[in-house]
């Protein structure tokens, strides 16, 4: 009896999931729209700060290499480094020679920051508010486009890849923003066959790829549709997104021997196994890697869900499907163009995640059988991406660990370049801690040091050799001795430190 009581009880809460999601009334949309804006900002205070971010900051500080201090130093020394404010000029002129990205989003950043302040959660919370109106723009596209909105809403910000992105301090949610905006303009573009539309459509397209390069898939997706179904609007859409191409390739060839190696060579299956494997992650997260012995079964449980999907989406194309679908295939096909143009593999979820959006239109009409449990699952892969460690990159969480120990010496390997490691890590210490980078394959001198913290970040080639560097000279250094190591730090007692009068 208790059994069929729990059973009763979670179908009437499926129920009432499924209403509160699905009704349409005007409470519930402004419900909905402020869980939405919350679960995003939670997202973006929950997780640490990131690699790639520390370069926004740096960049739109004016320090896009920080001159750390040598020796040891305090990180309220160095907020400077945060905290500054760099033009238009400069922000362009360091992307063009020590990057690989377009300006538009480091420049609306820069503007930002000098109005809210130079925080790291005040950066994300612009990308913050550039995913709600992605959204809003998505539901305005849905319903242009006759498709079930809070379904398409509800799938594309569960989608664990345009959460992830859509709070970053980088551009992919402004050049998310406008990719929807210019798919949406587009197909108003199509249904009253007006020019003027379609030459708007190419400059939003444009803005998005002057945002994020790998975006302009999306805008190429858009043109193919319409050369089959309006080809006399196309040289409007070509018209209006010309000159972000000339500004793009302006910059893309300053930035050709910028970071090179940042991608693995390109080889065709090991590819095409990352692509599934990202893809997959960029829908439902990180759910196989909780799963521990079970992650192959969990794998196969979610691909099972996810071509059950795509069948009852192919047995009920919602109008526009070709649309939809040209833009959802458009990024990782052209990931794998450039794969094989430049020998590399520049396949990761952030760049696939520019399909979501479409892709939850072609399932927004999903039957409830289908779209419940998938809802199910993407709400549990948010859960990870909020509070997972295996999801969240390790320098803050290190840093978070190192300063609980009292008084200690931090060492932090200084990486390729001194920006993605010490950055977030750095910021994430209190001020008064002590704080010193690890340059060279040595160790800094220790002999007055009685507790040492080791973070043992192997984030990038030169972190890598570093750690291993280190390790050895403390193996070999009879003084030092290993109180407490896990994956994040290893914790030193020294015994000589202590003798000294």
């Not at 360091?94 to 930002?112: I, K, M, S």
């Not at 400059?203 to 050369?227: D, E, K, P, Q, R």
Request: proline content about 7%; charged content about 10%; some cysteine.
């Amino acid at each position: 009896m208790g059994g069929v009581g729990v059973g009763a009880h979670a179908r009437k809460w499926v129920e009432f999931f499924c209403y509160f999601l699905f009704t349409t009334s005007g409470t519930y949309r402004c419900l909905k729209a402020t869980i939405f804006l919350l679960l995003l900002a939670a997202i973006a205070l929950l997780r640490p700060p990131e690699y790639d971010e520390a370069y926004s900051l740096f960049l739109t500080a004016g320090n896009p290499r920080p001159a750390w201090p040598t020796g040891v130093f305090h990180p309220g020394d160095v907020r400077g480094f945060y905290d500054g404010h760099a033009g238009w000029r400069a922000i362009a002129a360091n992307l063009r020679t020590g990057d690989v990205h377009p300006p538009l989003y480091f420049w609306a950043l820069e503007a930002w920051r000098r109005v809210v302040g130079p925080g790291w959660f005040a950066a994300r919370a612009l990308s913050v508010l550039l995913t709600v109106a992605g959204l809003t723009l998505l539901a305005r596209l849905a319903a242009l486009a006759r498709a079930p909105v809070l379904p398409t809403l509800t799938i594309t910000l569960l989608s664990y890849g345009f959460a992830a992105t859509g709070i970053e301090a980088r551009g992919f949610a402004l050049a998310q923003c406008l990719n929807i905006a210019g798919v949406l303009l587009a197909l108003a573009a199509v249904q009253r066959s007006a020019f003027g539309l379609a030459l708007l459509a190419g400059g939003v397209f444009g803005a998005a790829s002057f945002s994020n390069y790998l975006a302009v898939f999306v805008g190429v997706a858009a043109m193919a549709w319409m050369l089959a179904t309006r080809p006399r609007l196309l040289p409007g859409m070509i018209a209006g997104i010309a000159p972000f191409m000339a500004a793009d390739y302006y910059f893309f060839t300053g930035q050709l021997h910028a970071r090179v190696g940042q991608f693995v060579a390109f080889a065709p299956l090991p590819a095409l196994g990352r692509l599934a494997r990202d893809a997959g992650a960029a829908v439902f997260g990180g759910l196989p890697l909780y799963a521990g012995g079970f992650g192959g079964a969990v794998a196969a449980g979610l691909l099972g869900l996810f071509l059950a999907c795509t069948a009852g989406a192919i047995r009920r194309p919602p109008p526009y499907a070709a649309l939809f679908a040209l833009a959802a295939v458009a990024p990782p096909a052209g990931l794998i163009a450039l794969g094989i143009l430049f020998h590399n593999t520049p396949i990761e979820i952030r760049y696939l995640a520019f399909s979501l959006p479409y892709l939850a239109l072609l399932f927004a009409a999903l039957p409830r059988a289908l779209l419940c449990p998938l809802l199910a699952v993407q709400a549990a892969a948010i859960a990870g991406l909020m509070f997972a460690p295996a999801t969240m990159q390790p320098q803050g969480l290190a840093a978070a660990e190192a300063a609980l120990v009292p008084g200690a010496l931090i060492l932090v390997p200084f990486g390729n370049d001194g920006v993605g490691i010490p950055g977030p890590f750095i910021a994430r210490l209190p001020d008064a801690a002590r704080v010193e980078l690890l340059r060279a394959e040595t160790l800094a001198d220790l002999s007055h040091e009685p507790r040492i913290v080791l973070a043992t970040l192997q984030l990038d080639n030169a972190s890598r050799a570093t750690i291993t560097a280190a390790r050895a000279a403390i193996g070999r250094n009879a003084c030092l001795a290993v109180v407490q190591s896990d994956a994040l730090i290893t914790t030193l007692s020294n015994r000589c430190a202590h003798q000294q009068p």
